[in-house]
């Protein structure tokens, strides 16, 4: 069995491909891509934005309940007669006081949930980012555009979210999967 890893790097996407060779003539295709989460931000939303020594790029997105995440996924099948299996695996965030719970939702249902670590570091555990690990069941999606919005219930300091992972099994590795992202201001 051969792998081969690519990585591909753009501004706001890393890809990480897995090729197996399974039987003469097939293979399959697992993708893995990370969206830093501070490049939701429009030019007029700069100040939700925190400087981190320790995150991805040194930026992190300060959330709270207020706000919601809107990334817009774009699925392209690799094998176009095949659905598309995505998983969200990770969330890379941190959090200084009590415990915050983030929500993830697909084209407004909700897919699953986690709970920061609470910890009291008198904002030292600003900088100790933490592994959200897998959220959710994996789903099988046909090529489309899906809205993944990410909502938390937060203490009045908020949660701070890093990057998000999704791996997916038969994403052509050559699209974004990423392909738009917002900060909508909830109304209540």
């Known amino acids: 069995m051969a792998s081969l890893f690519l990585r591909i790097i ?11 060779g399974l039987a003469e003539g097939q293979s399959s295709i697992e993708t893995q891509q990370h969206f830093e989460l501070e490049n939701v931000l429009s030019d007029d939303q700069q100040d939700y934005w925190v400087w981190r020594s320790e995150a991805y790029n040194q930026k992190t997105l300060r959330l709270d ?16 007669n095949q659905k598309v299996l995505i998983v969200v695996s990770d969330i890379l965030y941190s959090n200084d006081g009590p415990s915050d719970i983030v929500y ?11 709970t920061t670590i609470e910890q009291w570091g008198s904002g030292y555990e600003w900088n100790i980012f933490r592994n959200s690990k897998v959220i959710g069941p994996s ?19 908020g ?16 699209k974004r999967m990423f392909c738009g992202a917002a900060l909508k201001k909830k109304t209540f």
């Open 10 to 20: 753009t501004p706001l996407v890393v890809v990480v491909v897995l090729c197996s």
């Open 65 to 80: 309940r207020a706000h919601t995440i809107e990334l817009r996924l774009c699925i392209e099948p690799f094998n176009p």
């Open 104 to 114: 993830l939702k697909i084209n407004g249902q909700a897919i699953g949930n986690f």
């Open 139 to 157: 789903m099988s999606v046909e090529k489309g555009n899906f809205m993944l919005a990410i909502e938390v219930e937060t203490d009045k300091w």
């Open 159 to 174: 949660v701070e979210l890093d990057r998000i992972q999704i791996n997916a099994e038969n994403h052509d590795p050559t």
